[in-house]
Every structure is written in C-alpha cells, then in structure tokens.
C-alpha cells in the first residue's frame, strides 16, 4: 500500500452493518459483505456513528420479534397475538435476545481497531437540519402502488370488505436518509454506502459521494 | 442491571483486570471517606484518593489505550459502557470477519433488511 495514500473514511448505512451481522440469511448479505471485505483489502476505515448504532438496534429489535412472530403456526389469532404482545414474558425475550445480539455486534466492533472508528464528542451543528430541509424542498418522490398481502403467508388478498387490492404511497428520500448523510459529512467521511436505492436521488447533490451497492 | 434495565451482567462475560479493580476499590474508599469526613480529602491535593483514582485510570488508559491511539479509545470505552461491556478488551482486527453472520437467531426466514429499515424510515402501512 502506498503510505502517501489517504485512507478513505467509508460511512456505511445501517442497512450494511445489520445486513452483514444477519449473515445469509438477509437478501443483501453479499452485498453488504462487499462492503466490509474492501475494508479488509484496502485497508478502509468504517466510520460507525452513534445514531446509526441507535437505528441498528431498533432493527434488530424488529427482526428478532418477525422471527417469533413467523415462527408461530398459520391461522394464529388475534386474540392469542395481543396476549402475546402484552406479557411480560414475550418483551423480555425479544429484549435480552435483541440486546445480546447487539452486545456481541458492539464488541467486536469496539476492538477493531484496524477497521472501525467510532465518533467521540462529535458536536453537530443545527445548521445540518436546515441543509437537509432545504435539499428535500428541491426533491419529490415517487408514487407507488402495493398489493395487500399477508405478512404470514405472503399471499396477495384483497381487502374481505370492500374489495380493494392495493394502496398507493409516497416514496421519497427522508429526514433520516438525510441526517446520515449530514452526519457523514460532519465526521470527515470521504464516501458514503447505502444499500438503499432511493439515495440516488441525491448522489452528486449533496458534498459527499453516494455509493449505491 | 444496566442503567438500560437489561441484565446486561449475566449476558456478557465480565472479566475484571487488576486496574478494574484498583479503580473499583478507590471509588469505594473514596465514596466512604467523603461519607464520613466531608472535605477531608479535598485539600490532600495529589495525593487523595480521588487522584490516585484518577491516576489508575489514566495508567489503566495508557496500558490499554497504548495499542488502540488515544484518538477513538475513549470512544470505544463509552460506547462498551452503554451495552456493559468490560473496560478491558484487546485489539482484533480479525473481529471485521467475525462480525459476519454473528447475530444468531430462532428462525431461518430469509429477511431484507433493506427493506424493512425504509419502511422504519417511512413509518408507512401504520
């Protein structure tokens, strides 16, 4: 490696870092595995930011109570459902399995110290808000239009009252999407990896490069 | 119990090092004495038992720090703290790999999780 080269600074999406740490099992685990295996072989630094952090154990959080749910039988009830969501039991499971998951993930990342750096009393000026809200009063989204379907056996149904099949909804760039990318930008970052293809909207837009994978 | 309300303890290995416990047992002395006499250790200066604390961190920060760069190691410290993890760890650059597939769970349904974090985002269908 040429020692005059600058490492590049990658502030990777929430997406790469829960994707990876799912393993392949996730739809975009090699893609996300691209990610981390040119961290290895350039010799990269992943910027890890605490409101990513914040956001990958919310994920975790939500996948961890799918499994419980889709590994209940079909026709469940919901009735049984809403027993379930209100004992004790039901939060402490999802709670301790989610925080030891996301106990390991922090560990092995707080002693990597080759590849991962953490922010240290970043202090974020109020100004990023408003670079964000002027950059998303110059964007618009897209209309798209989704078929109902059953979150436990994935078949397309209309709606057993009225008919209806589908609803229309508005996709765009959001307040989150954006504040990712001020904080990257904040925190020096050379580049920018998402998985998330609604970022293309403002790759070439804002300061830092967008990498689509 | 962490201040998260998890039992964090039971979950994660907590070995303790010899400055762990040299700082553990400072503020414990420290914490009673300042019970008992007030203002007394104030004005011992250098030598009170909140700078010998302070002194055994800082040592347990050089040893520890010393291969990690002073730069992220507080960094790492605080955010181990959150999730009660040990103030003692080593360097791993191999953990990048082990990261991989390393959240276990009960069920071998295929996810997206790029899916479900822009649904977070949108907070849509709710």
Do not use: W
């Amino acid at each position: 490696m040429d020692t005059n080269q600058t490492v590049e600074k990658v502030y990777i999406d929430t997406n790469i870092l829960v994707s990876y740490t799912l393993g392949p099992d996730d739809d975009d685990y090699l893609r996300a595995k691209n990610v981390f295996d040119q961290a290895i072989r350039d010799n990269h630094t992943i910027m890890i930011s605490n409101f990513m952090l914040t956001e990958a154990l919310n994920t975790l959080r939500n996948v961890i109570t799918e499994d419980k749910y889709q590994s209940l039988a079909h026709g469940v009830t919901q009735t049984a459902l809403i027993a379930m969501a209100d004992s004790v039991e039901f939060k402490e499971v999802i709670a301790e399995e989610s925080m030891k998951s996301f106990s390991n993930v922090v560990d092995l990342m707080t002693r990597d110290t080759q590849h991962f750096k953490f922010e240290e009393n970043t202090k974020y000026d109020g100004v990023i808000f408003q670079n964000s809200l002027a950059l998303l009063s110059g964007l618009f989204g897209i209309f798209r239009v989704y078929r109902f379907r059953c979150d436990k056996c994935e078949q397309y149904n209309p709606c057993s009252t009225c008919g209806t099949n589908s609803s229309i909804v508005y996709k765009a760039i959001n307040a989150p999407d954006l504040l990712h990318v001020q904080i990257a930008q904040t925190l020096g970052c050379t580049k920018f990896v998402t998985m998330d293809k609604g970022f293309g909207a403002i790759d070439g837009i804002v300061q830092i490069p967008i990498t689509v994978l | 119990m962490s201040s998260l309300g998890c039992k964090l303890d039971s979950l994660v290995p907590q070995p303790s090092s010899f400055f762990e416990t040299m700082a553990n047992l400072g503020r414990l002395i420290g914490d009673l004495l300042n019970d008992i006499y007030g203002k007394i250790t104030k004005p011992l200066g250098q030598f009170s038992l909140g700078s010998i604390l302070t002194q055994t961190e800082e040592m347990q920060r050089q040893v520890l720090g010393g291969s990690f760069g002073t730069e992220t190691f507080n960094s790492r410290l605080s955010l181990r703290a959150i999730f009660g993890l040990s103030s003692s760890f080593e360097d791993n650059p191999k953990a990048i790999e082990q990261l991989s597939g390393s959240v276990k769970r009960a069920t071998k349904r295929k996810t997206n999780v790029t899916r479900l974090i822009r649904n977070m985002r949108d907070y849509d269908g709710y």
